[in-house]
């Protein structure tokens, strides 16, 4: 597991320093999981899995894909990572009228994807 949790990391694009952080970890503590020193406790799999969204089965076995599919996350999970501007217009948007929303969709995808 500790090469999986490297192999995250670096997938991530984080120092140890910025990963630990937002697990509640040291950077030396990363690091010392990470080069087998020590095991990571089932409380830093549960915090790495819901900070990154990381398949507990493959963290822990290897099997499966990395990353949860984002339907499989709880919404509140979602709304939890959203800064104040981001759920602010979360928030405008599901208050528009049903056809509007429509219209804003079709503009997003002809104009963004």
């Excluded at 010392?32 to 969204?53: H, K, V, Y």
């Amino acid at each position: 597991m500790n090469e999986r949790i490297k192999q995250l990391r670096k997938t991530l694009k984080l120092s140890g320093a910025k990963f630990g952080e937002k697990i509640g970890l040291k950077q030396s503590a990363v690091s010392l999981i990470e080069n087998g020193r020590n095991n990571a406790t089932d409380q830093t799999i549960t915090s790495i899995c819901r900070e990154f969204n990381v398949n507990e089965r493959w963290l822990r076995t290897g099997e499966g894909e990395m990353f949860n599919a984002l339907d499989d996350i709880p919404i509140d999970n979602l709304l939890n990572d959203l800064d104040p501007l981001e759920l602010s217009i979360l928030k405008a948007y599901v208050s528009l009228d049903k056809d509007v929303r429509k219209k804003a969709i079709e503009h997003f995808k002809k104009h963004l994807l």
